[in-house]
């Protein structure tokens, strides 16, 4: 079902237009958007909360010009999604929303930079405006600092019915340790995670969470004594389809072992997209960690995304046909690609990357230093030989990007740019990701960073 577009407020407001036009026009609006200067046109809509009347779905970014009072206007018995990144709460507003609102399935709370009372008071009027009382919610999204241990206790054991989690407060083992103890089911129907944990904090808590299909997480510690993890994590949420681990490095950097690799291969058969990023060490992913059972892993994903430094050789194997030519649409791995062995595939097609589209890497191993870029002798020519081995490698391939900007790598992209151009490569268009983007409306908490560039 394609989401209707949102209207923007500016819009409701401009053109010559009769009184009635537009009050029409307001009255049918169904998904409203304000962007932090749209915040200022709050005025023009002020007292005229039954104006909306099939308003379902409002985006609010953060602004001073998001009051209680300027807000009133916009709450009705339809509204489905209230998604507030930032401005003033108090506690009766919260209770208007929670009595006003009752259709209410996805809350979003961003930021709240001035409280009712205190500096938690409005955290207490959460609670106590009957929000988390809400049975009936499937998305919750709460900013950093905007619950403490105790509310964060309160939804995972108060909301059965919550399909889709992100929080930024610390998932501890405590925590977990005292829902469970409470007797009531832990988030039974929980579909999607986002958050911040320490390592057995999260798996305490994801023993409660069999039906998981997508996880993101950044860990705070290195999980010491918590080995495995990666393995652990699949094991206990076998219909896994999408899994991202920033590895914090607060501690120190995360070390993930080959046996690791093969332990996450065979409890992981539903997977169809890994991301790893972060501080960590992974010296052991070479050809014999990447072989043999981890060919379970590789050969049903779609997106790959292995964003650490590491050395190893047999990157082509990869992402081509041994391991993941079969499915694979997007790979980023910061390893660099022997172009020897690049070139020794061209021929063997059980080595073809068939559906890849999209390829990241830090960098091509060269069979000699070469210098001087692209004006070096037979240099251009040893550029569109490699050109032209990767596109019957990745028949596919539209996008080529190479991390390392010497000049004989950007010269391999500017190669590869004229050839996709002169080809006029066009396929089916890719979805941002393929199992992440289907979440929603996605909220930058950032909880997970992006790669370093």
Partial sequence: MISEPPTSPASLLTGHFTRTWRRSRIASTTHLSFTTADCALHPHFTGAAAAFEQLSHLTLAASPHNTPAALQAYLGRNLRAWRFHGGALSDDFLRTLARTCRGLREVVVEDAYEAPADADGWVDALTGAGLLRMRRLRALVLGAGVVREDVLYRIVTGLPELARLEVATVVTRALV??????????????????????????LALLEHLPKLRKLRVRLVDQYEGYGYFLAKVSAACPRLQALEVYYDGAGGPAAIFGEEWRLLARSSETLRELRLHGNVVATEITDATMGGPMCALWVDLKVLRLCFGTVSDGWLRVWGGEYCGKSLRRCEIWGSVDVEQLESSVGNVAAYAVELRELTVQGFEWPEMLDGGEEAPGMRTMVRRIVNALSQVAPKLVTLKVRERTPLDCFVEKTWRELWEAEDRIFDALPEDVCFDNVGNPVNLNIIPPPEE
């Avoid at 129907?189 to 911040?196: A, N, Y």
């Fill in 177 to 202: 340790k005292g829902a469970a103890g409470a007797g009531a089911p832990v988030l039974p129907k929980l579909r999607d995670l986002t958050c911040t944990a320490e390592a057995a904090g999260l």
